[in-house]
């Protein structure tokens, strides 16, 4: 089955800074990429996603970005702020029946 | 916070107690999703339904138990098989595959601690 595989396992950065995370995975038939943040206590919940038949994707301060042959994918978060304190998943799905997670990244902003 | 719900938030048992979580959504999604996350783990599937009367085991099925007698219900029994079921419990949902080979965005629900002792 699919593997997937997320570093580093905890970030801090300085408010106003960037925060880089990465994921790879195993099965070249992934097609479909979510990253949830969970605050503590709370649900997952979804930030961005990409399919495979996209690039690059951007959300306000928010940008995942894929390279099918290298297979790996990233998030991007500019202009850190406190509120983005959290763990986040990512993720990679062939068909929708299952979703295969990463372990988690939890990001510290420091103000 | 309307959607998917999920019942009791914290639940203690006993060793040796079959124990059943709730999950409900009213998002008219066709699947559903059981995950269980342990710190430093992430989430993994314990099962999956993509439509009424049938799902899938998942990557850590044993020990665990569900139905999916109606769109909107999909729970989950964590049987006494389950060697260490302490855990937090999560339950998804999304649009599901109609047939197709496309993923969709899973909604959660707000997880359910369980502690067996």
């Known amino acids: 089955g699919e ?13 106003g800074d960037s925060a880089v995370i990465k994921c790879t995975y195993s099965d070249s038939a992934s097609n479909y990429f979510p990253w949830y943040k969970q605050e503590l206590g709370k649900r997952p919940q979804l930030i961005i996603d990409i399919r495979s038949n996209v690039g690059e994707k951007k959300d ?9 042959t290298a297979k790996h994918f990233s998030l991007h978060i500019t202009e850190t702020q406190p ?3 959290a ?15 990463g372990t988690g990244t939890s990001l ?3 103000p | 916070d309307g959607g998917i719900t999920q019942s009791p938030k914290y639940l203690f048992r006993k060793e040796g107690q ?27 599937l314990i099962y999956y339904s993509q439509i009424v ?16 007698e109606k769109k909107e219900s999909f729970p989950l029994t964590v049987t006494s098989a389950q060697k260490n079921p302490t855990a937090f419990y999560l339950c998804a ?16 629900g707000p997880g359910t601690r369980l502690t067996v002792t």
């Open chain 2, 18 to 44: 079959n124990v059943t979580l709730s999950c409900e959504q009213n998002l008219n999604h066709d699947a559903m999703y059981w995950y269980r996350q342990d710190p430093g783990q992430g989430l993994r």
């Open chain 1, 60 to 68: 306000q301060r928010i940008a995942v970005t894929l390279n099918k």
């Open chain 1, 83 to 85: 509120e983005d304190s």
């Open chain 2, 93 to 108: 949902s999304s649009k599901g595959l109609a047939g197709g080979h496309v993923a969709y965005e899973q909604y959660f």
């Open chain 1, 3 to 15: 593997n997937v595989e997320q570093h580093p396992s905890t970030l801090s950065v300085q408010e």
């Open chain 2, 53 to 68: 009367n049938d799902f899938q085991k998942g990557d850590i099925a044993e020990g665990y138990s569900v139905s999916r």
């Open chain 1, 108 to 110: 510290t902003v420091i």
């Open chain 1, 87 to 101: 763990v986040y998943f990512c993720a990679a799905s062939v068909t929708g029946n299952q979703f295969y997670f």
